[in-house]
């Protein structure tokens, strides 16, 4: 019979007694049992004017946040396009608002392997209605609403052609471009109105025109609703020429839960049905604050919403600016706090890091608990999802409330080795405590203590019979001496008679390697 082993995460969890913890069972199906869920593209963040100044010339947050070398792991950066017609030029609120802004960070995500892609935050403005960039919300433009004009259609992907053109001369391959930044929202800023069905005509009669083969097959992603709200999606999805053209569906989530009705969860829907990756593609989680960094409940925040964006089908999170002090690298103003340091990672980074660091290329994996509402969605008090990633099988738990949890994963194949990385909030703990787990023998139940208020991610491997010795042919003559059922020996067959050094032994009949 499979053996059940507890793991203590921590000194303290010990502190409490079971009688005080959640029991929760998390059985996880492989992928052969149940339909797995979406592939984990990855996450990212913001290369865009305003926390990131000098704009144009600072890619230490890109240094510090990218490569899986990093200690976050991002692997997405999103850049504005602006309405330049050439790149070089600026416009008349500012000369470094033109598409060279984004090229040093875009250079250095590229070389530590990252996805780049651009979105507009309006067209060139004499392509427009108002005849600006502007949204058109605004005195100063008689709040002239700014749309594409019907007759400038044609020309909008010739547009971003020019700009995946410029961005190549810079040694940049973008690798997807999107329609629109927030289509549904009326600003004074960069912007432009599209509504659903105005989408829908661009992008089935024009998009044809985005010069994919030139660009290494640049993907195009549907403009990006501030609210992630299924109407723009599903115009797209039920439309089967614009469905062709379209290869990510994306929104941002601003006042809209990904998991609430009408919003990321049922856009989602017609989008997987038809083989189409969603992503989201900006949120601010307490960019609202205004003389300190965020607490820990508000980190805790955050990681239940990239959960809650994973639980809803998503791909891709990408984040709003990667510098901020809300954010993932400081900008030095003290106003902030003392930890608010220019270009030092904060705390929120290695929050971010649980998933970053672990989920890109996994998939999403079924799975069932007990008590079956144990997350039960927005903000739950405990939240969860399985993802498998070759041999790896990966635990993502959050606990948002001081009782702790003891957590019975039941997984589909067996482990033996693993390791737990954990954040509490307490001290430096946010910034991620990494420990081995050992198991006695390979099982398929584990089970491991959470702390309260914790984000914890949990990497086992795959346990393989072919790594025990009886399966090496040279290894079985050892075996069938009875010398062999205790101690440590050397591939000789000797066995030890002192503490031996670092090397590879057999013990009980199984390799054993000594680090």
Avoid at 393 to 409: C, S
Wanted: aromatic fraction near 10%; charge should be negative; proline fraction near 4%.
């Amino acid at each position: 019979m499979t053996k059940r082993f507890t793991l203590c995460l921590l000194a303290m969890a010990l502190a409490v007694t079971a009688a005080q913890a959640r029991r929760i069972v998390i059985k996880v199906y492989g992928e052969d049992e149940k339909t797995p869920h979406q592939k984990i593209t990855g996450f990212g963040a913001a290369d865009c004017d305003g926390a990131m100044k000098p704009y144009g010339s600072d890619i230490k947050p890109v240094q510090l946040l990218y490569g899986k070398t990093s200690k976050v792991g991002l692997n997405i950066m999103r850049m504005e396009i602006s309405p330049s017609f050439n790149g070089d030029d600026g416009v008349s609120w500012g000369s470094t608002y033109n598409w060279y802004g984004s090229v040093p960070c875009a250079r250095e995500a590229k070389r530590r392997g990252a996805i780049v892609f651009g979105t507009p935050w309006s067209p060139p403005g004499a392509y427009k209605t108002n005849g600006t960039a502007q949204g058109g919300n605004s005195d100063d433009q008689g709040n002239q609403r700014g749309e594409l004009r019907e007759d400038c259609y044609e020309k909008f992907f010739p547009w971003l052609n020019s700009y995946l053109a410029y961005m190549k001369s810079k040694g940049i391959a973008v690798d997807a471009v999107s329609v629109q930044n927030e289509p549904d929202w009326w600003v004074s800023y960069s912007g432009c109105l599209y509504t659903p069905a105005q989408q829908v005509t661009l992008v089935k009669n024009y998009a044809h025109m985005l010069d994919r083969e030139t660009y290494n097959g640049v993907k195009l992603i549907s403009a990006e609703p501030l609210g992630f709200t299924q109407n723009y999606s599903d115009a797209l999805m039920n439309d089967p020429v614009a469905r062709e053209q379209i290869d990510i569906v994306a929104g941002h989530i601003y006042g809209h839960a990904p998991l609430d009705n009408g919003n990321m969860k049922d856009a989602a829907v017609l989008a997987l049905k038809y083989g189409k990756e969603i992503w989201m593609t900006e949120h601010s989680v307490s960019d609202y604050l205004e003389d300190r960094l965020p607490n820990w409940d508000e980190q805790i925040d955050f990681a239940q919403e990239i959960n809650e964006c994973m639980e809803a089908g998503c791909s891709g999170y990408i984040y709003w600016y990667m510098r901020a002090h809300w954010a993932f690298v400081g900008t030095g103003e003290t106003k902030y706090g003392s930890e608010n340091k220019k270009n030092v990672l904060l705390p929120r980074a290695y929050i971010y890091s649980h998933f970053a660091k672990h989920l890109a290329g996994s998939t999403r994996l079924q799975t069932k608990t007990s008590p079956a509402d144990v997350f039960s969605g927005t903000n739950s008090n405990f939240e969860y999802n399985a993802f498998v990633n070759g041999d790896s099988l990966i635990m993502i738990a959050i606990n948002a409330i001081e009782t702790p949890n003891k957590l019975v994963f039941k997984f589909p194949k067996e482990v033996k080795v693993g390791k737990q990385i954990i954040s509490t909030g307490n001290d430096k703990t946010e910034r991620c405590i990494e420990t081995d787990i050992e198991l006695e023998e390979p099982t398929t139940d584990v089970t491991v203590d959470q702390p309260g208020k914790s984000i914890c991610t949990f990497i086992f491997k795959v346990y393989h019979e072919e790594d025990a010795i009886s399966n090496i042919d040279a290894d079985k003559a050892l075996l069938a001496n009875d010398r062999f059922s205790d101690g440590i020996y050397d591939f000789s067959g000797r066995r030890l008679s002192v503490k031996p050094i670092k090397g590879l032994y057999i013990q009980n009949g199984k390799k054993m390697m000594l680090k």
